[in-house]
């Protein structure tokens, strides 16, 4: 799979995905924050870029025919645990490959505004990878360049394949992309995170373990769609 080919293709689609949905500059180039930014998120709606991009996402991957898009009637049902989060939509991205880990688009609101924060999840059900953005506060806003690329980071981990989601029980995860890696309560846990990943991916890890192959290959024939399927971006 060619990424600038893909990437190329995405940005073609936001194009007109996100014709609604402008990009900002970071708000503080200069790394100051002031103490009520800190309680406020002035233009929540601003981060509807977030659905654009995925909506782009999911135009790049299914156009070609290396998954199809199945929305989902109930939303959380999709994912492994939920976590505290209302989901207001989700889009499942099924490729077409065989052992290859399905991609969830996840949909939430910032301050009451719908489809403002993206839960990235992949698996079935689904782990989450990553939800955006971290705070909707103005205070921690970096600008929509930052929030674009990690999209992009996340979903490009899934479809090639180099993601990993490592589950110790209670609360206990660790979320490898690529080089990446983040842990959440890891410290209690006897194997260090390095060495808890490469036994994830060597396949012999204690524990549940979330990945799958890259999405692609060239000359893969699509699945047909289900006999009376519909299939919309969510």
Known sequence: ?????????????????????????????????????YTRCT???????LAARAQAW???????????????????????R?????????????PVRA?????????????????TVLVIGAGEPAKTLGALPDCGCDACDDGSEQLIEAVDDLVLAVVTGTFVHIDAGRGREIVATGDERSASDWDDVRDPVEEAVAAA???HSPYEVVQGQAWGVPGATPRPPAAGSAVREG
Do not use: N, Q
Request: glycine share 12%.
């Open 82 to 94: 939920a976590g505290d989060r209302a989901l207001g939509g989700a889009v499942r991205l099924r």
């Open 58 to 80: 999911t135009r790049a991957l299914c156009g070609p025919g290396l998954a199809e898009a199945e929305p989902a009637a109930a939303p959380a049902a999709l994912w492994r």
């Open 43 to 49: 233009k929540p709606e601003k981060y509807r870029i």
């Open 201 to 203: 991916r060597a396949g």
């Open 1 to 37: 799979m060619d990424h600038s080919v893909l990437r190329g293709a995405v940005d073609e689609a936001f194009a007109v995905t996100g014709a609604d949905t402008p990009p900002w500059p970071d708000p503080h180039p200069d790394g100051e924050v002031r103490d009520e930014e």
């Open 99 to 115: 052992g290859a880990a399905p991609l969830i688009f996840g949909f939430a609101a910032v301050d009451g505004v719908p489809r």
